[in-house]
């Protein structure tokens, strides 16, 4: 027998004659009742140290101008091009050649409110996920249609088949007596806009 | 028969049974300092962002069902998982312990012809001692999580699931830094943030230049074939996007039926393991996506013992372990003993039932027979686990299992006391013969140097004088 | 109503005082109790310690003595809670699907005193008089597996004189846990340590529990180290009135060696607070 049909043979064995469990229950909650999810959604984005700015969509350019400063900016190749003139379109930079940018700037696919969560799903806005990674400041633009109150809500929007990734706030670290210290290898600088 | 975790190989047995691993942990006053202190943080961080959630209960039930749904339906949905990941451009391996795990990732290591892999912080490798069989193999693993880093650097052992370094101080840590670190700052000073940024800096090139990442996994999802995999750091994002090729190391019992199923898990995970509302980073993956990352993408399913504990009915439901470490932060044994009194990588109230079901025991003399007896049955392990594992229930049932298995065997002295307690409290009568018997020795007594094992108990307590009559004489006399 | 008593083996032996106080509050609040003379022990110790085909003759003599009462009440949470959780689980683990079914319904008429009386009597303030500074150590059992929550505090609350103090990290284990303290005595005395610290820092007088096997643990720590605070269980200070102080009887007398290393007999006689004389145990010396 090969490992898998080992494997799966012991498996079999081990459940030979079991009760079978009872049905799962899904009494919690999966939608919620917050009066305002996009201001809670704000709230909870800065309470995990990155910077929240709601603007309105004229002024989204000029944020993003005054956030990354003089600095090198690369971007994702289906951003809005208007939201950062000077920005660079990422063409499949190397890791090395990310590490030169001083900021990213994408959009996302999802907010959550009750963890100030942003999802990025890779799509054209987003980019693949070096981009967001390398650079140390990530500038995310979220509109205020993308963000949902509960993580059940923000899943169910989800397409598993791509990849993503759920940030929340800068990287950090608790592994040092178990304190919160932000920035470690991901970006140390996360500003999050919410339009709209 | 179940077939145990093997001997000899990974991480999974001390060398010294829990009370005499525990004796030096609890003579070291600064290990004792540095795990009061950060489980005392930790247990006020999560508590407040557990009171947050209303349906919290509710998570716990549905969390822990979901997993004894796992369990029953395992083939399946193993075989699912393989089915969807293999459609997406993923290689599936399965290794039935330790040793063909570390082979089977070797091998692959080897055939990308690299001599170094980048590691995000895995259980699951730690178990089956991957790093070494990596180094014997003449490659380099970098552990890049900033608390394996430290005991990476340190020459150390993990002592905790979720902060292998939780018995470092910051103090211990700026000196390994200093003295491990090739280019580090010589003035490096022993804030937390000072020092993560050491790390930092001391990785971000290996990150940059990486060809091979490795990783656990946190949860596979059968019917999508998504892997996951919970961090903070950012570290995690590194292995698993920057390098050519990918290699995640996973027990089979890590599975999710459906991707909506995550929702749950996704609660109750970053909430009761660092305390936070959600970790800053979750990344997941299913199989290969062109033009994102890692091109080649590997998957090890690994056994090693996890069948021998799904063969236990009872013992089962310490597969649905998600590796949180709340149990471990509200543990008093835990807290005062520390993580490496249990002599392998699972430490705490979970690993006290689970490393001897994966491992099976080979009489009382091993070490990990003594585990299961490394708690004072408090029970705060069992209201702390977000997918409700009755860690208590078990760690009688393990308890029994032992004495069970050495019946017929020469008679302990624990034997014979309980044998001796059972027939004494046999009747009413016995039992009053007993109680003045007790109450007698002890008056005639030998004081303060009571025999072994109260031996034991009078080492720091007193014992209290019996009374002058028991209550049964009392009733008879007033009420009687 | 009628009430049978489950005094607990411990009790029996070692502190009648605490089975005594629950008959005396009962009669107090007009209540009749009963002592089925067949009890002996139920069994948690050799459950607990992974002899559950001992624990089974044990468990099938509770049910017989208790199944005729229509209620029964302990002075302990974790006898009650080996009643309520591990009864049944013993007589199915052996087989016997109708003993299991017997202890279910006798764990479901057996209540822990504060139990008893705050949820089925319906009574907070029982008539009580403690003039003493106490801080109350809630027992894991009665905490997390009867899940007694507030009741004996509501019940402390209501005795007159009483000068009750929070006991820091009150739900940290003590360190007892049965055959763990012998097992694993190291542990179970650095858990000991830092519980009586911090019911030192409470400068209470009285440290007060719902089980006597913790009082036991923690009386012994205190004693040893000749704190002067004295362990006194809860239904103790309960039964204590203006004409009857009962909770001042020294929970643990100890035992111990004088200079010479001969054995001499210790602190027989205490005076508390109020001046009123204790009764305490007599050791002989």
């Keep these: 027998m090969n490992a898998r049909e080992e494997v799966l043979a012991r498996v079999r064995a081990a459940l030979d004659g079991s009760t079978p469990p009872p049905p799962v229950p899904r009494d919690y909650a999966t939608t919620g009742t917050h009066p305002d999810v996009v201001g809670l959604f704000a709230e909870r984005v800065d309470d995990y140290r990155a910077q929240v700015h709601r603007v309105a969509a004229r002024d989204v350019p000029a944020t993003i101008a005054g956030l990354v400063g003089d600095g090198r900016v690369v971007v994702p190749a289906g951003l809005a091009p208007p939201w950062v003139p000077r920005g660079i379109v990422d063409t499949g930079f190397t890791a090395l050649e990310l590490d030169e940018f001083d900021a990213v700037v994408t959009g996302c696919r999802v907010g959550i409110a009750v963890t100030g969560t942003i999802v990025l799903d890779g799509a054209a806005d987003q980019g693949r996920r070096a981009l967001t990674l390398v650079p140390d400041h990530h500038v995310c633009v979220v509109r205020a249609d993308q963000v949902v109150e509960t993580v059940p809500q923000a899943l169910h929007r989800l397409d598993p088949t791509r990849v993503l990734t759920f940030i929340s706030g800068p990287s950090a670290t608790s592994d040092i007596e178990l304190q919160r210290v932000e920035g470690v290898h991901g970006p140390r600088r996360l500003d999050v806009l919410i339009v709209g | 028969m179940p077939v145990h975790a093997p001997a000899g190989v990974g991480h999974l047995r001390g060398t010294q049974s829990f009370p005499d691993a525990a004796r030096g942990a609890l003579a070291d006053t600064q290990l004792r300092r540095n795990l009061g202190g950060a489980t005392a943080t930790i247990r006020a961080k999560r508590q407040a962002v557990v009171d947050e959630v209303d349906d919290w209960e509710q998570l716990r039930e549905a969390g822990s069902a979901l997993k004894a749904d796992v369990m029953a339906r395992l083939p399946e949905l193993l075989v699912q998982l393989e089915e969807n990941v293999t459609a997406r451009g993923g290689v599936v391996h399965w290794a039935r312990d330790a040793a063909e795990a570390n082979r089977l990732v070797v091998d692959l290591v080897r055939a990308t012809g690299v001599d170094e892999v980048v590691k995000v912080k895995s259980m699951a490798t730690q178990e089956i001692g991957l790093n070494e069989a990596l180094e014997a193999a003449g490659i380099a693993a970098w552990e890049t999580d900033l608390a394996e880093l430290i005991v990476q650097l340190g020459h150390d052992t993990p002592s905790h699931i979720l902060v292998p370094a939780i018995h470092r101080n910051r103090a211990e840590i700026r000196e390994i830094f200093l003295r491990e670190m090739p280019d580090v700052d010589p003035d490096l000073t022993d804030e937390p943030r000072v020092l993560a940024m050491a790390a930092r800096a001391h990785l971000r090139r290996v990150f940059l230049r990486a060809k091979v990442g490795i990783s656990g996994a946190n949860f596979a999802v059968a019917d999508t074939g998504t892997l996951s995999v919970v961090e903070s750091e950012g570290n995690g994002r590194m292995c698993l996007t920057l390098p050519e090729t990918l290699i995640t190391v996973m027990g089979i019992e890590k599975l999710v039926p459906t991707w909506q199923d995550l929702e749950v898990f996704l609660q109750l995970l970053p909430r009761s393991s660092t305390g936070e509302r959600m970790n800053p980073y979750t990344s997941t993956w299913t199989g290969v996506t062109p033009g994102d990352g890692p091109q080649t993408v590997h998957l090890v399913l690994i056994d090693n013992g996890r069948t021998a504990v799904l063969a236990d009915e009872v013992g089962r439901s310490a597969l649905h372990c998600i590796r949180c470490s709340a149990c471990l932060n509200v543990c008093p044994v835990y807290e005062r003993a520390g993580g490496h009194a249990y002599g392998s990588v699972y430490p705490g109230p979970i690993g006290a039932v689970l490393t001897p079901l994966m491992t099976g025991t080979t009489g009382h003399d091993d070490p990990n027979a003594s585990l299961p007896y490394a708690s004072s049955l408090c029970g705060a392990c069992f209201d702390a686990c977000p997918v409700r594992i009755n860690i208590p229930e078990l760690l009688v049932h393990l308890r029994a299992k032992g004495v069970d298995a050495e019946r017929g065997g020469i008679p302990s002295g624990q034997d014979l006391a309980m044998k001796a307690a059972g027939w004494a409290m046999g009747s009413p009568g016995k039992f009053a013969l007993a109680e003045r018997a007790a109450g007698l020795s002890r008056v005639l007594g030998r004081g303060s140097s009571l025999p072994w094992p109260a031996s034991m108990w009078t080492g720091a307590r007193d014992l209290p004088a019996p009374p002058t009559e028991t209550f049964r004489q009392w009733w008879a006399r007033e009420r009687g | ?285």
């Design chain 3, 1 to 285: 109503m009628r009430i049978a008593l489950f005094a607990t083996c411990l009790a029996d032996a070692m502190f009648p005082e605490a089975a005594k106080a629950t008959v005396l509050v009962l009669e107090r609040l007009g209540h009749e109790v009963v002592f089925p003379a067949g009890q002996t022990c139920c069994g948690q110790m050799h459950v607990n310690t992974g002899y559950l085909d001992e624990a089974l003759p044990l468990v099938r003599r509770h049910v017989e003595v208790f199944e005729d009462y229509e209620i029964a009440v302990a002075p302990s949470g974790s006898c009650v809670g080996s009643v309520r959780h591990q009864h049944a689980m013993v007589a199915r683990r052996a087989g016997d699907a109708r003993l299991a079914e017997r202890a279910e319904a006798v764990a479901s008429r057996t209540y822990e005193l504060s139990e008893l009386l705050v949820d089925v009597l319906g009574v907070t303030d029982v008539g009580a008089h403690y003039p003493h500074r106490v801080t109350y150590h809630p027992t894991c059992h009665s905490l997390r597996m009867l899940r007694v929550g507030d009741k004996p505090l509501q019940l402390l609350r209501a005795v007159r004189g009483i000068d009750l103090v929070e006991l820091p990290q009150a739900d940290v284990c003590c360190g007892f846990g049965g055959t763990f303290a012998v097992k694993n005595a190291d542990t179970s005395t650095a858990m000991l340590a830092d519980k009586m610290a911090n019911i030192l820092t409470t400068k209470a007088e009285v440290c007060t529990a719902g089980d006597s096997s913790c009082l036991m643990h923690i009386g012994g720590g205190l004693s040893r180290l000749r704190t002067g605070v004295r362990t006194v269980h809860l239904a103790e200070i309960l039964a204590s009135t203006e004409s009857s102080q009962v909770g001042t009887r020294v929970g643990t007398a100890s035992t111990e060696s004088g200079p010479d290393g001969t054995r001499v007999g210790t602190a027989s006689v205490a005076s508390d607070a109020s001046g009123t004389a204790a009764t305490t145990v007599a050791v002989s010396s």
